[in-house]
């Protein structure tokens, strides 16, 4: 058993919040934070940010079970996820994925693989805040 | 020209001084960063960790020379690199590479690029340091 199981997360509060949701480890000799951040361009158009709304039980159900399926895939993994919802201003994350693997390949296989299903699978929806009008 | 050029360094400092070597940025949606750990085992045998030597000069040289040759390849890419020499515990991080892109398929690519000409260019030797005898 892992002393430190992986991890899914919606709310408001800021990614930084969850930098720590996994442990340091003498067992994964990779370990990768990718940060989803909200750019200060839209099609062309300045924005302040982008306000994000989920069905909130549903989301928090789907992170959960991508989280789940890619760590029995390997129970060696770990995986935490946070997905901030509310508004989130340019410049800042809306969300974060953390894996920690044996070796590298596995990480970035795994994170780009987790990121692919949040964006495909978790019912969250973004509204573009503009600067002017 | 970018207010917050690309970064590589090689020092005993630990990896963490350097996690902030690159701002948050409102231009780039994918900032990503790898860690690479010193595991506990090596051979199946238990180990303390790993000491890293490296000819210094031209080992930082090549670092510089691939940062930016991924950096030439795309100027709206950022790039920070760290590769920390002596002794590293198992549990710590001997090599930091993070990279900031528009879209998050070219940061998870250009990390694991700059990861593979790390291993194969640089000239840092690992001794490692068991744990018994």
Redesign the interface.
């Known amino acids: 058993m892992d002393e430190n199981p992986s991890f899914s997360s919606l709310s408001d509060l800021p990614v930084e919040e969850f930098e720590r949701a996994l442990l ?17 361009t839209e099609a062309g158009r300045l924005i302040k940010g982008i306000d994000y709304s989920a069905y909130e039980s549903m989301a928090i159900r789907e992170l959960e079970r991508i989280v789940r399926e890619l760590q029995e895939e390997n129970p060696d993994r770990r995986i935490a996820v946070h997905h901030r919802v509310g508004f989130v201003a ?4 809306s969300l974060l994925i953390r894996v920690q693997t ?1 070796h ?2 596995e ?2 296989a795994t ?2 693989e987790c ?1 692919r299903r949040i964006k495909a699978q978790v019912p969250i929806w973004k509204r573009v805040v503009y600067r002017h009008g």
Chains 1, 2 share one sequence.
């Open positions: 340091s480890s003498v067992r994964h000799g990779a370990d990768i934070r990718f940060h989803g951040v909200v750019r200060e340019a410049g800042e994350a044996a590298s390949a990480a970035f994170c780009q990121l």
